[in-house]
T-cell receptor, first 113, second 116 residues
């Protein structure tokens, strides 16, 4: 199985433009998460979804939106990108059979100019 | 909300020595504490975790200890090797602990360098 995948691997985006980061998992995990990673700040939760059809806000949700139409996909959208959203974005999922353990995707490096 | 502090931010050891990384957390309701290893340009990988009903857990050269009273937990790596060089993150589970879903709060990370 592929596990958890993200696309694109990297992207340079002009400020003010919109962008959707894609995340797909084939493990049938119910819960999915989006984090951003910035130097010296570790990983911070942006949004999460406990199950298809539901989403919730994390620690740093402003400027981002998510949707969860099905179990496998959890896209993250930046409606109007700003330079402070330059970061590495990681998607993660967790297996209800092993509560709380989260597995990470390979990440997307986003630069907003 | 939960706050996790991690120390030190950098740690340099000689091959074969032990390394210890410490984390403190603020929410006494937190009950799940994973440790992740992240190599340069790669994704975080879970290396060990501990739940609040135990005080210590070992897996070969790595171990984690938890002191719920003091609200701190530590990662111990023995007989370090150059391939242990990476960034290590601790985390604590806030919110709906013990169910399928949880919001992890991460520490700021420790850059571990093991010199041959």
């Amino acid at each position: 199985t592929a596990g958890i995948t993200q696309a694109p691997t990297s992207q340079i985006l002009a400020a003010g433009r919109s962008m959707t980061l894609r995340c797909t998992q084939d493990m049938r995990h119910n819960a999915m998460y989006w984090y951003r990673q910035d130097l010296g700040l570790g990983l911070r939760l942006i949004h999460y979804s406990n199950t298809a059809g539901t989403t919730g806000k994390g620690e740093v949700p402003d400027g981002y939106s998510v949707s969860r139409a099905n179990t496998d996909d959890f896209p993250l959208t930046l409606a109007s990108a700003v330079p402070s959203q330059t970061s590495v974005y990681f998607c993660a999922s967790s297996d209800p059979g092993v509560p709380d353990t989260q597995y990470f995707g390979p990440g997307t490096r986003l630069t907003v100019l | 909300g939960e706050n996790v502090e991690q120390h030190p931010s950098t740690l340099s050891v000689q091959e074969g020595d032990s390394a210890v990384i410490k984390c403190t957390y603020s929410d006494s309701a937190s009950n799940y504490f994973p440790w992740y290893k992240q190599e340069l340009g790669k994704r975080p990988q879970l290396i060990i975790d501990i739940r609040s009903n135990v005080g210590e857990k070992k897996d070969q050269r790595i171990a984690v200890t938890l002191n719920k009273t003091a609200k701190h937990f530590s990662l111990h790596i023995t007989e370090t090797q150059p391939e242990d060089s990476a960034v290590y993150f601790c985390a604590a589970l806030a919110g709906q602990g013990g169910t399928s879903y949880g919001k992890l709060t991460f520490g700021q990370g420790t850059i571990l360098t093991v010199h041959p």
